[in-house]
């Protein structure tokens, strides 16, 4: 016992290896996913900063959308729209301070061919009064066109006459452009740079949207192009735009680059396709506007989408990794790493000595393991002999009621009818001539009916005499008498006839159903039964069902009750099985199927019956 104790606790040296190699696969473990955890989570703030600023962003486009609708509604609001009446409202808008990225906003009128020179003489009239000396404008670019669509009011004042006239249906893109505004009524956006304003990293683009004459319907397209008076449009610098939004994101080195990534029109005119624009880089300077992108294992990026009236937007954040940790970021892995050492040198010390416990129990246990079995076995068959004990007590039970029946009926019910016909014989040849003799022998005669009535019902109580007619006539004559006693309504479901079955068989059926009646009378409060008798692959089984209060908690097993206890041990004599449950709704179930061998046709011998170890009545 002592040496196996002392095998079962020594430390090897393949264990003393084995735990320290284990212990530092631990702690690398715990530093790479503490390390992962913490660059998850600064990730993930990264990426709660990038949508903040992009959300910040879209406030400030829907703010210069909302600037040109108000326009737009105070010039349909104007019977006449003149120079000083715009310059008024869009003087009243204080741009620089409410819409700091906004240089100019205009509004160009459609005129045609024949309404071409008046127009510029009114044009060149209303230029000069604005610039206080005389100003020749024209419609630029020059040439006859059927149709025009001129800049005629700027706000605020150009520098220079050179911004009025410009015809923006000259271009093919832009005049594409203009007519579908006009034909769907939206707000649109080029996706062009605008070169007269634009700088390296400070592009100016514009949008526009269209104007109709109020109180004319703009249900249909052909309606929206007769109430047609004109296109509104603003020009706003993309680096104003974004002016300090980069402040309001708390992380220090964060790069923002936006890009058009929509159709546009390059320098000669021509419609481009898949060719992002780039519109700001916060990198960006004028000597190299559109410097590479951040990439990299140290560097954070997301890539976010932005709306701007149609024209799809595409935002690129990036920023280092290091400028979202914290100096307690750079120790807590290796924190980590050393407590999983540490911690797995212990647990690996806890476990090696519960492992040798372990051992030490099992070498133990192995001493009393042989003993152990010996007594299982004996328990087992000592448990096998009370089974079969118990089988034939109940077959000599059986077989005794059965003899004393058959002895009540032969002798006493013999003579109980013997006696009947004397008494029978004596009342009537005492009719009428001894009228107290016959009185008497007529009270004999009622007592000896009622003992023969008592004494069929003693033999019917010991053993039916109906199971001498098969299973199915006794437990439809049992059931029967069960609801003329009780009251209670049965139903009895049999679909095989008559079924061949042993003596002991039978019996041991009949005697459950007998049981799970009487537990129905005393528990249950039922109102009705049904009985199920049924012949299913040479198993027969019985289901006795009812709507009573149900099983409670624990009943099966209540002290003092043998009912499903007795149930149980005469099925599993027989080979079956045995299932007491109760219903949802209330109600008892009571459920036993055993192998009766043979089918309807088929009855047991006598040899068979003593070959499964039953009593033979």
């Known amino acids: 016992m002592t040496t196996t104790l002392r095998d079962a606790f020594s430390v090897t040296r393949f264990s003393f290896w084995a735990g320290a190699l284990l212990s530092s696969l631990v702690g690398s473990l715990l530093y790479m996913v503490t390390a992962r955890s913490i660059e998850s989570d600064a990730e993930a703030r990264f990426i709660s900063h990038a949508r903040h600023a992009q959300s910040v962003i879209n406030v400030r486009v829907k703010s210069y959308t909302d600037l040109l609708r108000s326009t737009v509604s105070m010039i349909q609001s104007t019977d006449v729209l003149t120079h000083e009446n715009f310059h008024e409202f869009v003087r009243g808008l204080d741009m620089p301070r409410n819409f700091p990225a906004v240089d100019y906003i205009n509004f160009a009128i459609p005129i045609g061919e024949s309404q071409r020179d008046a127009y510029v003489a009114e044009l060149r009239k209303n230029v000069s009064r604005i610039f206080g000396k005389p100003a020749d404008p024209e419609i630029v670019p020059p040439g006859i066109r059927s149709s025009y669509l001129v800049v005629t009011f700027v706000e605020p004042v150009p520098p220079a006459a050179r911004y009025y006239g410009v015809d923006l249906m000259a271009n093919r893109y832009f005049g594409n452009k203009l007519f579908e505004e006009r034909d769907t009524g939206k707000i649109f956006s080029t996706g062009t740079a605008i070169q007269v304003l634009s700088r390296p990293n400070d592009s100016y683009l514009g949008m526009r949207m269209p104007v109709y004459h109020k ?3 703009v249900d249909t397209v052909e309606q929206r192009r007769t109430a047609y008076g004109g296109s509104l449009g603003i020009a706003f ?6 002016h300090g939004v980069m402040d309001e994101v708390p992380v220090a080195g964060l790069r923002m680059t936006l890009y058009d990534i929509g159709p546009g029109m390059d320098v000669n005119g021509r419609t481009t396709v898949g060719k992002p624009l780039a519109l700001f880089d916060s990198r960006g300077t004028p000597a190299d506007p559109t410097p590479p992108l951040d990439a990299g294992s140290d560097v954070f990026t997301t890539t976010l989408p932005l709306d701007f009236n149609g024209r799809p937007w595409q935002t690129i954040y990036s920023v280092q990794k290091s400028a979202l940790y914290t100096d307690f970021d750079g120790y807590y892995p290796k924190l980590m790493m050393a407590f999983g050492f540490l911690g ?18 099992l070498a133990l246990a192995q001493e009393m393991t042989s003993e152990l079995r010996e007594s299982q076995a004996k328990l087992q068959l000592s448990h096998q002999k009370l089974r079969r004990l118990a089988d034939h007590a109940y077959q000599i039970k059986e ?27 004596l009342a009537g040849r005492t009719k009428g001539t001894h009228s107290h003799l016959h009185k008497r022998a007529r009270a004999t005669l009622q007592q000896i009916d009622t003992t023969i009535k008592s004494v069929r019902q003693i033999i019917n109580d010991l053993r ?6 098969g299973l199915s006539a006794a437990v439809e004559w049992q059931v029967n008498q069960f609801q003329r006693r009780t009251g209670i309504r049965c139903e009895i479901q049999d679909d095989h006839g008559e079924i061949a079955l042993p003596d002991h068989c039978s019996t041991a059926f009949f005697r459950i159903l007998q049981e799970s009646l009487t537990n ?12 199920e008798l049924r012949l299913n692959g040479g198993w027969l089984s019985l289901t006795v069902r009812d709507n009573g209060c149900g099983l409670p908690p624990g009943g099966r097993n209540k002290y003092g009750s043998f009912g499903l206890v007795g149930i149980e041990e005469r099925i599993v004599i027989l080979g079956g099985t045995c299932a007491v449950f109760s219903e949802p709704d209330g109600g008892t179930t009571v459920m036993v199927s055993a192998p009766v061998i043979g089918g309807p046709e088929l009855a047991f011998t006598q040899q068979q019956e003593r070959g499964l170890g039953s009593a033979v009545i």
Do not use: C, F
Not at 237 to 242: E, M, Q
Not at 464 to 469: A, F, H, M, N, S
Not at 520 to 531: D, G, L, Q, S
């Open 399 to 425: 077989m005794e009621r059965k003899r004393i029946a058959r002895e009540i009926h032969d002798d006493l019910g013999q003579s109980l009818l013997a006696l009947r016909i004397e008494a029978e014989l």
């Open 344 to 361: 797995s040198i212990l647990l690996y010390a806890l476990l090696h000595i519960l492992t040798s416990s372990r051992r030490a129990a």
């Open 215 to 217: 109180g004319l319907p």
């Open 464 to 469: 039916p005499t109906v199971l001498d007619l």
């Open 237 to 242: 610098s993309v680096k104003k735009l974004l």
């Open 520 to 531: 129905i009378v005393r528990h249950a409060n039922a109102t009705h039964v049904k009985v």
